[in-house]
């Protein structure tokens, strides 16, 4: 570890060489060092900007909105910035915002704050931690804190740690223990434009000044870090936005518990560009809509059917269809006077399949019978194919369009056709039967994840046929430029008793940008690809977005 001592001037009651100097001498370097002195003092003082927090109230052209989550605050008083949480939840965390000044991707610059925590957590699941943070334009992150923690054993211990994430993988993480006694100490940042590498610093004490122990670094261009490198893809234009943010974890922290102190930051310069993003949340209500013959239709054709076979024979049927996750159909039912090879009305009616083809659902059917009608032995095999589309067959009648090829025998005596056009009229409640609509209910939110702030996205997909399957919540990203990109795969049927993983239906959204209304997020822009009962459609998803 390589210590720093950043003091510049030190006491000392040694006597002083420059007493044996003439009187002019000691003028002239008196007055050359002033100058420097002044020189120097002026300089930094243009380039530093700073808060020691000593009026109690939170200045609004330093400081923005905080960022809260659960029961977590900070609150300018004691002439510090203090973290409290009463009534703590799984998760509390708040972060406030530097608006002053941002951090240049060009130019080098540092932050630094005084850090304070007396907390003692005596359960192994309590941590709390205290710090700053910078975030990118992307809100890539590396943080800097003061911990105290119990996770996983007693008694609890202190220390320092810093992490860098791009999005919200880890890049590098670092963590200096400081055992027991750490309570008064500081973290420092620094940047260098140069290398594009930020190096963090702790000091374990800083009431009697700082001195600084670099403890990590990361690099942001690919190389240079000793604990990680991440390609964060900035520009000189680029700027990072800081805060300052305290975390607890089922802990209860009360005033003077845990606070920070003298911030000062040097290197900032005036915010231009894009603002750090803010991050689109919110619930979302998407369904099909019936009506928009250029959107491909996902069909449900489950249910049962019941009518008058259109044949010279007239005959009585009921047959009852399902349809899987898959697509596959499977068909049971009776018809008058006919009977398998065993003598039982209830056959199988056939198997199948529905698949889009051509941007349609299209069902293809195949069965084979052997046994009697009306008495008399029998034989069929055959297969059919047509568009799930209800149309009119003629005379006003409604019913299906295809064509079907078979092959049959009855007493003896051969039938068959092949590629036959089909028009047969759809039995009565057979239009009930067929359902196309379905909706999908997308929530994104804000919560916390380990120790940080994260993005989740959850949905819920309605099927056509009614069932529901529920997505479990997931991390996701926003980009200002891209939007989010979801996709969700293996949800929960929920409607089957006992709930079954659906390995078949998917739904992914691509480019799912938002615009602000109020205080709420409209989606402006996206795409999806749904898939689900063997079928698979792409739109717009503002078409599905339901007023």
Request: some cysteine.
């Amino acid at each position: 570890m390589n210590t720093t001592n950043v003091r510049p001037f030190r006491s000392s009651t040694a006597r002083s060489p420059m007493r044996a100097l003439p009187s002019t001498v000691l003028a002239a370097v008196a007055s050359f060092l002033l100058s420097g002195l002044i020189f120097c003092s002026s300089q930094a003082i243009a380039a530093s900007n700073s808060d020691d927090f000593n009026d109690n109230s939170k200045n609004t052209a330093k400081w923005g909105t905080d960022r809260t989550f659960g029961r977590a605050a900070l609150t300018e008083r004691n002439q510090r910035l203090e973290y409290t949480c009463s009534s703590p939840t799984v998760k509390d965390e708040t972060a406030r915002p530097w608006v002053l000044t941002r951090f240049p991707y060009n130019a080098d610059w540092e932050i630094q704050v005084d850090t304070f925590n007396s907390t003692v957590p005596n359960q192994t699941f309590q941590v709390n931690s205290v710090g700053i943070d910078i975030l990118s334009p992307a809100s890539d992150q590396i943080y800097l804190e003061l911990y105290s923690s119990a996770l996983g054993s007693l008694p609890s211990r202190t220390g320092f740690a810093s992490e860098c994430l791009t999005g919200d993988t880890t890049i590098g993480y670092v963590d200096q223990a400081g055992g027991s006694g750490v309570t008064n100490g500081a973290v420092r940042m620094a940047f260098n434009s140069a290398t594009k590498v930020i190096t963090v610093f702790y000091d374990l004490e800083n009431s009697d000044g700082y001195q600084w122990v670099q403890f990590g670094s990361f690099g942001l261009a690919g190389a240079g870090g000793a604990d990680g490198n991440a390609d964060w893809h900035l520009n000189d234009t680029n700027q990072f936005t800081a805060f300052i943010s305290g975390f607890s974890d089922f802990m209860t922290v009360t005033s003077g518990q845990m606070y920070v102190d003298n911030f000062m930051e040097t290197g900032g310069v005036p915010p231009s560009g894009e603002p750090l993003p803010e991050i689109p949340v919110g619930t979302f209500q998407f369904q099909f809509p019936t009506n928009n013959p250029l959107l491909t239709r996902i069909a449900s054709i489950a249910g049962n059917y019941q009518g008058v076979s259109p044949t010279a024979f007239q005959r009585n049927y009921s047959v009852d269809v399902a349809q899987d996750e898959s697509g596959k159909l499977a068909m049971m039912g009776t018809m008058d006077g006919i009977l398998d090879k065993d003598g039982n009305s209830q056959i199988s009616a056939g198997s199948g399949t529905v698949k889009t083809v051509n941007g349609e659902p299209t069902v293809k059917i195949k069965g084979k019978f052997t046994g009697t009608r009306d008495g008399v032995g029998a034989s069929f095999s055959g297969n059919s194919t047509a568009p799930v589309e209800v149309v009119d067959v003629g005379a006003g009648t409604n019913g299906l369009i295809g064509t079907g090829s078979y092959s049959s025998k009855v007493g003896g005596v051969p039938f068959s056709g092949k590629n036959l056009p089909l028009a047969v009229a759809a039995p009565p409640g057979a239009v009930d039967n067929l359902q196309q609509d379905w909706s999908l209910q997308l929530d994104i939110s804000r919560k916390l994840i380990g120790t940080k702030e994260r993005t989740v996205a959850s949905a819920q997909l309605v099927l056509p046929d009614g069932d529901t399957i529920a997505y479990r919540e997931r991390v996701v990203r926003y980009s200002a430029t891209r939007g989010y990109s979801l996709s969700f795969t293996r949800g929960t049927n929920l409607t089957l008793n006992p709930a079954k993983i659906d390995k078949k239906t998917s739904i992914a959204i691509k480019r799912l940008s938002f615009t602000r209304q109020g205080a709420d997020w409209q989606p402006t822009n996206g795409v999806v690809t749904y898939q689900f009962l063997g079928q698979k459609g792409t739109g717009n998803l503002m078409d599905f977005l339901t007023p």
